[in-house]
């Protein structure tokens, strides 16, 4: 007997017989590998750890960042160094034999790559390829293209994203990979399409693309916006795209409509060759589309990798009674059911090591009995930091009435953030000059991976304060729920969707001003987050267990990556295509 003859379906082809390539500026690989900054590479490591659990064939490429992002130093003010962050890539990675280049400046400049495997649950292996531009071949700056993460000026951007789009593009070729998929996980990426038009047309003039060109390369692309405000777009001048993509590339670009107010805009470059785009929570959607009118913006909510951010403690706790939330995350639902008092006492395991880490950390020793609020993310003045600080008796009061609290800070602010650091200093400052017997403040050196890590599982409460619309999803909130922990917010980004008052943490309600919120958030510590903790245990447990089943069970990227797979990456119309192409039986 022959087996079935069908015309077989793109989904039946795609998930076995090539990959997604999934392209990312940054990447959070491995805690002792700097080539992240924050939240995006966080994300994005986030998603390739739960591609490879899920055994999904994908392959991604970012650059090897060899000086790192930056390590933090704060004197005792409050004044943000920075030093760069050197690291040994082949302590990690093998080195790839391929070799490529890309055109920049009317230089030749040649790239290899560096292979860091991600081994799933099951074994499957998630390859990640970092681009590296130092190479004799090259002169001393090229050399240099691929060592800061976000460092230089928008020249060394430019070029550093022709490395990473273009580069990559030829880099997959090279290794003989067959790629279905490619997925822009931002814009710096997008170049990867003017690589592929370029394929499709041969080394033929730009000129000569013709809509079929174009809708070819349209119809491999996928792209991922992550910014919520039209200034947060990477965008490049008519003079430097001339000068460093070429004239004839730039002139072409500007007739596919991809400039914005006389800038080359790499959000318009990206879903200008992408035939599914997508925005990072419900209200984020919400905000990319009139921005984009001309563009149909999906959005799949973003997630953490459960097995990454869930405490040792809680993990244990999780493995004894719903051991199916390690291959399915979903089954963290049951979490409504755990006994509370292991729930109180694998959080209780948590905050003790947290604590133990601010102690050898600052030298500063902390209760494991008082009320411990978490804040910790970038410092950029939008996220607002130091809204805590808007009228300081009132929260000297809260901390008295609460018999005492504690609240950890944390976050660099970029090189070049005048006002970040800014803040940070003035964050210091409060810290310094509040701090008495019953409220504690410190700010922590250098948030990274492992600390983040400790404070999501370790504080009772996160708290975020971003001003709205400007947080297109936040994910910190979700590592604390994922160890139970509730989030005190503003409504924006992935609150909007995981808020649930007083089940999974409380909202910080819409002001007309800062001061209008500070107000809330005071009266929500107040009247809700103090008298509960001060209540009975169990309530706490409660409010925790809630969080961890609600919450926890959604916001991961076990979750999030299946969305992908599913919504973006191999669409699938099952039910309009399944009468229609009925499989034909051949005797
Ligand atoms: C999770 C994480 C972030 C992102 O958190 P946000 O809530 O989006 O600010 C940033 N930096 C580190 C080190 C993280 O672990």
Redesign the pocket.
Known sequence: MQPTSRKPSSYEIFPYAGHVAYFSMEI?INPAMPTY???LG?LAGDTLRSAADLSIPLVAFTLLHRKGYFQQHLSPNGVQTETVQPWNPADFCVEEPARVTVLIEDRIVTARAWRYDIQGRFGHVVPIYLLDTDLEVNTGWDRGLTDHLYGGDENYRMQQEIVLGMGGVRMANALGLRVNVYHMNEGHASLLTLALLERQLCGGPLRAATETDIEHVRRQCVFTTHTPVPAGHDRFSTEQSIRILGGERTARLQQLGCFKDGMFNMTLLALRFSRYANAVAMQHGKVSRPMFPEYAIDTITNG?HAPTWISEPVQLMLNEHIPAWQRDNLYLRNAIDLPEAEILAAHARAKEELLAEVGSRTGVVLSPKVLTLGF???AATY?RASLLFTDTERLAAIARAAGGLQILFAGKAHPHDGPGKAIIQQVVEEAARLSNDSLRILYLEN???G???KL?AGVDVWV?TPRRPY?A?????M?AALNGVPSLSILDGWWIEGCIEGVTGWAIEDGANDQEEAESLYRKLESAVVPLYLDAPEKWARLMRTTLAFNGSYFNTNRMVKQYNRNAYYPQPLLQHAKVEEPVLVE
């Open positions: 959070a900054s924050g939240g966080m953490v910790a993310r970038r996220k948030y990274d991976w600390l983040g890590a999501t975020n947080e999803s936040g994910t910190s909130g590592k």
